[in-house]
């Protein structure tokens, strides 16, 4: 019998070690710092705003939706900006193109920005402020959230995180 609880941990090792294999790449933001591609056209800024090209692979065994969510923590809010909320995305769907804001798979849900509007909002940090980071994170769910859960970026943030099986993420930053 004792031969059988090491068997069991490892297992939960390896099971746990899985979640580390989940990998979020783009093109975009490859490089480290966001093109004018993905700036923001409003509040000063005079960009593309169009939305990163995103990659993944490596979810988690049980995988049954993602949350995709873009934020500045470095906005001088007091609790940073959200500029993307991509909710319930299925399971199957491995990537996003440049440009996907607005032309979502189905049963995905793009929610409002703190820019106001639903979809992609991009980079706009105030000018002469150091360049802010812009972090892209992936989360893999058991199952797509509740329509309850999807009031605002914070609630959606919260709500995938207390469900992640397994979360990936790229940061960029700009500055102007």
Not at 35 to 44: H, T
Not at 107 to 119: L, N, P, R
């Amino acid at each position: 019998m004792r031969s059988f609880y090491p068997v069991l941990l490892a297992a939960s090792l390896i099971a746990s070690g899985a979640e580390a294999d989940m990998v979020l790449t783009s093109d975009a933001l490859g490089t480290g710092t966001l093109g004018m591609d993905q700036v923001f056209n409003g509040f000063g800024c005079t960009g593309g705003n169009i939305s990163p090209d995103l990659a993944w692979h490596g979810a988690p065994e049980g995988t049954g939706a993602f949350v995709l969510m873009m934020h500045d923590p470095d906005a001088p809010t007091g609790s940073g900006w959200w500029h993307w909320s991509v909710a319930n995305l299925p399971a199957d769907v491995t990537g996003l193109p440049a440009g996907a804001s607005g032309h979502m798979p189905d049963g995905a849900v793009e929610t409002a920005t703190d820019f106001g509007t639903t979809g992609f909002g991009g980079a706009c940090p105030p000018e002469g402020d150091a360049p802010h980071h812009y972090t892209v994170t992936l989360y893999a769910l058991p199952a797509p959230l509740p329509k309850g859960a999807l009031a605002s970026p914070a609630m959606i943030s919260f709500m995938a995180r207390a469900q992640a099986l397994g979360s990936a993420s790229l940061t960029a930053t700009y500055g102007r």
